[in-house]
């Protein structure tokens, strides 16, 4: 139903917006029928109002009806696989914010898919559900990943001493994926440190998976997923925006305002902060149901409340039309 509101809250009866609202009542009165042994009051309570009255013929009651029987011709089978994917990959993409610590509303480049290669709706799907601006598939996801790399101390300190300390630092510096492909490849690898050759082989290290900066991965069953944590001004700007629409709908409801009424909106913000309401007015206006959008004082009888936007103070009122 998120992903559908738009639809339903089109302003013209197109055919999509139709489809939509066919799809719901299709799934509230098969939903009724399915329930009625279950929950009989409720169910015939919804059966009545959706359906007696509106479809001529229509049984007078839900305990009437014949009881649902699937159409086995309407499943589509692709579909079902792919949503499983959309699913995992949405999955795993929340998982990757979660260990970076950034919000959903924050905006994000890109979102990188290995293992799974969907159509543009469902790319758009997962777009919208991690609030990324593009999707792309990999065969290969090295290049976001690397290998953490530490002596074993077990084996080393009797070998090489004092140097174990160089060894370590020395580690540090390598790229880590060369270095393990090296050790599969030749089984040890060969270097200089402080004039003395040393040679490791993998019992000699300590080797763990880890993220290279500016992306986290998360990964189950054949599906990678890397997300890119740069941030540039143009996304944090659309991150503000995402937090602030986010303090107004709450503020509505506090407020008790209905679902469809109009609202002013006045804001004082920081300097930082303020300049990217102005910009993006007419985007929080229309996610907000917002008339009046405007950097001013509170009037004296609309409902005010200070925020922290993403680290940037900021004043917002709401008041009905």
């Given at each position: 139903?998120?992903?559908?509101?738009?639809?339903?809250?089109?302003?013209?009866?197109?055919?999509?917006?139709?489809?939509?609202?066919?799809?719901?009542?299709?799934?509230?009165?098969?939903?009724?029928?399915?329930?009625?042994?279950?929950?009989?009051?409720?169910?015939e309570s919804m059966y009545r109002k959706l359906v007696?009255?509106?479809?001529?013929?229509?049984?007078?009651?839900?305990?009437?009806?014949?009881?649902?029987?699937?159409?086995?011709?309407?499943?589509?089978?692709?579909?079902?696989?792919?949503?499983?994917?959309?699913?995992?990959?949405?999955?795993?993409?929340?998982?990757?914010?979660?260990?970076?610590?950034?919000?959903?509303?924050?905006?994000?480049?890109?979102?990188?898919?290995?293992?799974?290669?969907?159509?543009?709706?469902?790319?758009?799907?997962?777009?919208?559900?991690?609030?990324?601006?593009?999707?792309?598939?990999?065969?290969?996801?090295?290049?976001?990943?690397?290998?953490?790399?530490?002596?074993?101390?077990?084996?080393?300190?009797?070998?090489?001493?004092?140097?174990?300390?160089?060894?370590?630092?020395?580690?540090?510096?390598?790229?880590?994926?060369?270095?393990?492909?090296?050790?599969?490849?030749?089984?040890?690898?060969?270097?200089?440190?402080?004039?003395?050759?040393?040679?490791?082989?993998?019992?000699?290290?300590?080797?763990?998976?880890?993220?290279?900066?500016?992306?986290?991965?998360?990964?189950?069953?054949?599906?990678?997923?890397?997300?890119?944590?740069n941030l540039t001004p143009a996304l944090i700007e659309?991150?503000?925006?995402?937090?602030?629409?986010?303090?107004?709908?709450?503020?509505?409801?506090?407020?008790?305002?209905?679902?469809?009424?109009?609202?002013?909106?006045?804001?004082?913000?920081?300097?930082?902060?303020?300049p990217v309401l102005a910009r993006n007015a007419e985007?929080?206006?229309?996610?907000?149901?917002?008339?009046?959008?405007?950097?001013?004082?509170?009037?004296?009888?609309?409902?005010?409340?200070?925020?922290?936007?993403?680290?940037?103070?900021?004043?917002?009122?709401?008041?009905?039309?």
């Amino acid at each position: 139903m998120r992903l559908s509101k738009s639809r339903f809250w089109g302003k013209d009866w197109t055919g999509d917006k139709k489809a939509a609202y066919e799809t719901l009542y299709t799934v509230l009165t098969t939903l009724c029928k399915l329930a009625a042994p279950y929950v009989p009051f409720m169910t015939e309570s919804m059966y009545r109002k959706l359906v007696v009255g509106n479809v001529s013929g229509a049984p007078e009651s839900v305990h009437l009806c014949d009881y649902p029987v699937a159409d086995e011709s309407l499943i589509d089978a692709r579909l079902e696989a792919e949503m499983e994917e959309v699913m995992a990959a949405v999955q795993l993409g929340r998982a990757c914010r979660a260990t970076a610590n950034i919000k959903v509303r924050q905006a994000l480049s890109t979102l990188y898919v290995k293992g799974a290669k969907l159509s543009d709706a469902c790319a758009a799907l997962i777009r919208d559900e991690l609030n990324v601006e593009d999707v792309q598939y990999i065969e290969d996801a090295r290049a976001f990943t690397t290998y953490q790399i530490k002596p074993q101390l077990r084996t080393l300190g009797r070998r090489y001493g004092k140097l174990v300390p160089a060894i370590g630092e020395y580690l540090k510096t390598v790229d880590g994926n060369a270095f393990v492909d090296a050790l599969d490849k030749d089984g040890s690898v060969k270097f200089d440190v402080q004039g003395s050759v040393v040679e490791l082989s993998k019992d000699d290290c300590l080797i763990a998976p880890a993220q290279k900066e500016g992306f986290v991965s998360q990964n189950e069953n054949d599906m990678t997923v890397v997300i890119d944590t740069n941030l540039t001004p143009a996304l944090i700007e659309k991150g503000y925006v995402r937090e602030v629409i986010s303090k107004l709908q709450t503020m509505r409801k506090e407020a008790g305002f209905d679902v469809v009424d109009r609202i002013a909106v006045t804001y004082q913000a920081s300097d930082t902060l303020a300049p990217v309401l102005a910009r993006n007015a007419e985007t929080i206006s229309a996610a907000v149901l917002a008339t009046a959008f405007a950097q001013a004082e509170a009037p004296a009888d609309a409902y005010r409340k200070d925020w922290n936007i993403n680290g940037e103070k900021a004043t917002l009122s709401v008041k009905k039309n």
